[in-house]
């Protein structure tokens, strides 16, 4: 499977904003998850084919996941960050399409495809 690629990591103070963003392969059903060191991998924020967003509890207010279909290009905006958000994030995608019915994230093992990750590191 083709790698894709993310880009926008860095390391900035908390309460500051970042943006990341990541060429999928077929960018149908996409989302983000990150993982720090010594944790299990989470999922961040999900976008269905029709636009639809979810996201996890601690990231809800903060993060905005979008897709912009003609460079298909996918984003996560960051905005307040904390130190707790400090992780190796990832973009994925299904390469099929979905539509969400909930507001539950989807987990890891549904998306096929994945970056190899840029990094966030958030200081206090």
């Known amino acids: 499977v083709q790698a894709q690629v993310e880009s926008g990591g860095g390391s900035v103070q908390a309460g500051s904003s970042l943006s990341l963003s990541c060429t999928p392969n077929?960018?149908?059903?996409m989302g983000w998850f990150r993982q720090a060191p010594g944790k299990a991998r989470e999922g961040v924020a999900a976008i269905d084919t029709y636009g639809t967003a979810v996201y996890a509890e601690p990231v809800k207010g903060r993060f905005t996941i979008s897709s912009e279909k003609s460079k298909n290009t996918l984003f996560l905006q960051m905005n307040n960050v904390k130190p707790e958000d400090t992780a190796m994030y990832y973009c994925?995608?299904?390469?099929?399409?979905?539509?969400?019915?909930?507001?539950?994230?989807?987990?890891?093992?549904?998306?096929?495809?994945w970056g190899q990750g840029t990094q966030v590191t958030v200081s206090s």
């Open positions: 994925a995608d299904k390469g099929y399409r979905c539509r969400f019915t909930g507001t539950l994230l989807p987990e890891g093992y549904e998306y096929s495809d």
């Open positions: 077929l960018g149908n059903c």
